[in-house]
């Protein structure tokens, strides 16, 4: 629709495009999260996009200089199978040096990963804590829970906070105080909105959010 638009200069293909994609692979973190991460639909049945999809978009990129759809592509990317991407790169569909992004976008998503689990990982109650021994045994069953309902992606990151934090206040034993529940839950954000706000440095675009939408 993008190349269609552009070739015979329909500004309404070209508009209706950009809308798509954008809805797509969104600038701001939390509306990606909305669409991609918690498994929402971003078009209207019957399109719909997976992961794989994200290789055509980088051809779109390419070919056009669209900067800003770049890093949530390489997200989507970086949550395919490292054979599935490979076999894209035989087949000529990616480039050595957008293969070495993805790489680059995987090894980022799992460091942040685990500073996103840091509270957990290393047993840090909150300040305020209210019922510390009760919240350190908590935060195992907590690990143990998100790894046994598939609460994380490939990457280690948590696919859905409110998933997640409707599961500690349903189940008692994932039941933390209120002060640990809050931190954990800005600590959290505030991790995966570094990640998001990093993606460019990952895949040759450092200056992403200010990208234009639009090639000249
Ligand atoms: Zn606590």
């Not at 929402?40 to 070919?63: K, N, S, W, Y």
């Not at 800003?68 to 991407?85: E, G, K, M, R, T």
């Not at 105080?177 to 839950?185: G, K, P, Y």
């Amino acid at each position: 629709m993008l190349r269609l638009g552009c070739k015979y200069e329909l500004e309404h293909i070209w508009s209706e495009a950009i809308r798509r994609l954008t809805r797509c692979f969104p600038l701001s973190f939390e509306r990606f999260q909305d669409v991609v991460i918690k498994g929402g639909t971003c078009l209207a049945p019957p399109v719909q996009m997976v992961p794989l999809d994200a290789i055509d978009i980088i051809g779109v990129h390419r070919e056009l200089l669209f900067d800003s759809l770049i890093p949530p592509v390489f997200y989507s990317l970086a949550q395919l199978h490292s054979s599935d991407v490979h076999a894209t790169y035989m087949d000529k569909r990616l480039s050595f040096t957008e293969l070495s992004y993805y790489h680059d976008t995987v090894e980022t998503l799992q460091a942040f990963s685990i500073k996103a689990f840091s509270p957990i990982l290393t047993s840090t109650v909150s300040r305020l804590c209210t019922q510390p021994s009760e919240c350190l045994q908590a935060y195992a069953e907590i690990s143990k829970h998100v790894v046994r309902n598939g609460l994380l992606n490939s990457t280690g990151i948590i696919r859905d906070l409110d998933a997640l934090e409707a599961d500690i206040d349903s189940d008692t034993e994932l039941r933390l105080c209120e002060a640990c529940l809050q931190s954990f839950r800005s600590h959290h954000q505030d991790i995966c909105q570094q990640m998001w706000n990093g993606l460019g440095e990952c895949c040759g675009v450092p200056c992403w959010t200010k990208a234009v939408r639009k090639p000249a």
